[in-house]
């Protein structure tokens, strides 16, 4: 870690679907003692960067540029933050929750499917910047909790997104309907 502040991460690629300007200005509603991490590229750097800029928030946020390696960020993210307008099956919500991170997201595409909320996550209405600020206070406020539903995140990560089953699943459906 580069500070001491509680850092908040995110992984995507900056456009208008993944709610990069409502990620930071979930950063500007915590005020002082929260940092952003964003790993990623696209269409909206620019813009980002000038809304970084315009909210006063340039010391609190960190734009890193896309690396195939990026995965490896998600220990050193206190809380992983996935405020997507519209969304399918997030694979960071999969990987932030199998290194043991708990996920605060919006409530899109599958994600009640990814995340138990209240155990392995916290589930906020799309585009709503209070939920998602009072998410993230409340798992900061309490450490315990955090690290419980981290810990709760990596157990049904590991058998929920186990890629030799998900194999086996599908590979019993074919047959199934293969046989019909």
């Known amino acids: 870690r580069r500070s001491e502040g509680f ?5 995507a690629r900056h456009d208008h679907a993944k709610g990069m300007d409502l990620a930071v200005g979930v950063l500007g509603e915590l005020g002082p003692g929260y940092r952003l991490v964003v790993v990623g590229d696209g269409p909206q750097r620019e813009e980002l960067e000038a809304f970084v800029e315009d909210l006063g928030l340039g010391a609190q946020v960190e734009l890193r540029p896309f690396s195939i390696d990026a995965r490896n960020l998600y220990p050193t993210f206190d809380v992983y933050l996935l405020p997507s307008r519209f969304e ?11 290194a043991g991170v708990p996920v605060v997201a ?7 499917e990814a995340i138990d909320d209240g155990e392995t996550g916290i589930v906020v209405p799309v585009g709503d910047i209070d ?4 998410a993230i206070r409340s798992l900061r406020n ?8 981290g810990e709760r995140a990596a157990e049904v990560a590991l058998v929920r997104f186990d890629v030799d089953e998900a194999v086996r699943q599908w590979v019993a459906l074919y047959r199934s309907l293969a046989n019909r």
């Open 7 to 11: 850092t908040l991460g995110m992984l």
């Open 106 to 112: 919006t409530d899109v595409g599958s994600i009640r």
């Open 142 to 149: 309490d450490p315990t909790r955090r690290k419980a539903m």
């Open 88 to 98: 399918a099956f997030p694979v960071t919500v999969q990987e932030s929750m199998q």
């Open 131 to 134: 939920a998602m600020a009072g």
